[in-house]
């Protein structure tokens, strides 16, 4: 069993997280320097490589950290109103700019948004109200959130000009007309 992270382990990984997301508003990924990331995140280079290898780990880190985050708040919802739960989720998402923003838009957004989809429809799936047949079902599903997802990035790039009550609607609308 794994040792959970001191209080202090956690609090630097932020940092350095928080760091990485400031500087990718900035510039790639590619163009980050650890140098840039310790000052950002006011650690020293000591520090970083004691928790992290290079750039593309912390990315990594902050990946699984949002997955897990966006997970434990679907693990909390009330699913009885589902129009509801999208608006909640909406909020989140808005709530949360800053991290979806840069893992969404980003060069390497497709990986992220694939494996977030995935890890989504895996708590959703038990509240679908499906057919017999359970290919169709995560097939209905993974056409749902992949538009659904299409339409949440293009808001995103919008500066969030709907509300999240107004783009849950819109939503359920657009998804309405898919059968399963």
């Known amino acids: 069993m794994e040792k959970p ?18 500087l990718m508003e900035e510039k790639t990924l ?3 320097t650890i140098k840039e ?5 006011d650690v020293n280079r000591t ?5 992290y290898s290079d750039q593309r780990s912390v990315l990594n ?5 949002v997955c897990r985050q966006t997970i434990a708040m679907i693990g909390e919802s009330d699913f009885s109103d589902p129009t509801a739960f999208v608006e909640r989720f909406l909020g989140y998402i808005r709530a949360n700019d800053r991290q979806f923003r840069i893992l969404f838009l980003n060069d390497e957004g497709d990986r992220f948004r694939f494996a977030l989809m995935d890890a989504v429809a895996r708590e959703l799936m038990p509240y ?6 359970p290919q169709a079902d995560a097939f209905g599903l993974a056409y749902v959130m992949a538009g659904s997802l299409s339409i949440i990035i293009e ?6 000009e709907r509300s ?17």
């Open 5 to 22: 992270e001191s209080r202090r382990t956690q609090m630097t990984k932020r940092l350095i997280r928080t760091a990485l997301v400031e």
């Open 30 to 32: 590619e163009r980050i």
């Open 37 to 41: 990331l310790c000052e950002r995140a």
């Open 47 to 51: 520090t970083f490589y004691l928790h």
């Open 61 to 65: 880190d902050l990946k699984e950290e």
């Open 128 to 133: 679908i109200r499906g057919t017999a047949d």
């Open 155 to 160: 808001w995103m790039k919008t500066g969030y």
């Open 164 to 180: 999240p009550r107004d783009l849950a609607g819109f939503l359920f609308r657009i998804n309405d007309s898919v059968r399963w």
